[in-house]
């Protein structure tokens, strides 16, 4: 791929992201925002690899932060940690196992080592941005932080099993991607459509009961 055509998918991307962001802003437990833009995010990774996930988080999160964001810098720090981690290690799987079985794998892992960074950096970064002591936030973490990352995780896999083939086939069409050599059958797509679809569907309930109880 040319650098005019990896910039143009670059900027795409993070369009899409941002977008994405705007359109699904969920508030959970009035200071935890869920949005799916981790999924574009992800599946950029997938195309480019690793380091263009880290590069289009930098990029969204930043213009985030300048646009809707309430919590300034702390917000950008966390976003950009959330979402790299679940996008890059997503990335960084498939590109070592570059199949359906590597991108679920990768995900899986994904979720994993955000929820992990995330409750890392709640523990040390939630007390001053919320002027707690850190024990009301280490009593917070297995309650709020864990369910809420694991679900925001689950929804985001899904999604990006979703938008994964639908998107690199107009890019293909397109020709800013060049098509593969290892396409996967038409019944394993559908397979991992349904997957997708299942996953969404625990996920958002997920979602509205943690938010339900929250309120």
């Not at 939630?126 to 309650?143: H, K, N, S």
């Amino acid at each position: 791929m040319s650098n005019t055509k990896k910039l143009t998918l670059i900027g795409m991307l993070s369009a899409m992201a941002y977008i994405v962001m705007l359109a699904v802003h969920v508030k959970v437990f009035n200071f935890l925002t869920f949005d799916p833009k981790d999924a574009v995010i992800s599946v950029g990774g997938f195309i480019l690899g690793p380091f263009t996930a880290f590069l289009i988080s930098f990029v969204v999160s930043l213009i985030e932060m300048f646009t809707v964001s309430e919590t300034a810098y702390i917000g950008f720090f966390m976003n950009l940690i959330s979402t790299s981690a679940f996008a890059c290690t997503a990335a960084f799987v498939y590109k070592k196992v570059h199949t359906y079985k590597g991108a679920v794998i990768g995900l899986v892992l994904g979720i994993i080592c955000s929820t992990a960074m995330m409750l890392l950096w709640n523990y040390i970064v939630t007390p001053f941005y919320m002027g707690v002591p850190r024990e009301q936030v280490a009593a917070m973490l297995p309650t709020v932080f864990l369910p809420f990352n694991l679900v925001k995780g689950i929804i985001n896999m899904a999604l990006s099993l979703m938008i994964y083939k639908p998107l690199i086939t107009v890019l293909r069409n397109t020709g800013i991607v060049m098509p593969s050599k290892n396409a996967g059958s038409g019944k394993f797509n559908i397979w991992m459509y349904l997957v997708g679809v299942v996953l969404l569907v625990i996920g958002i309930a997920a979602l509205i009961m943690i938010n339900s109880n929250a309120g």
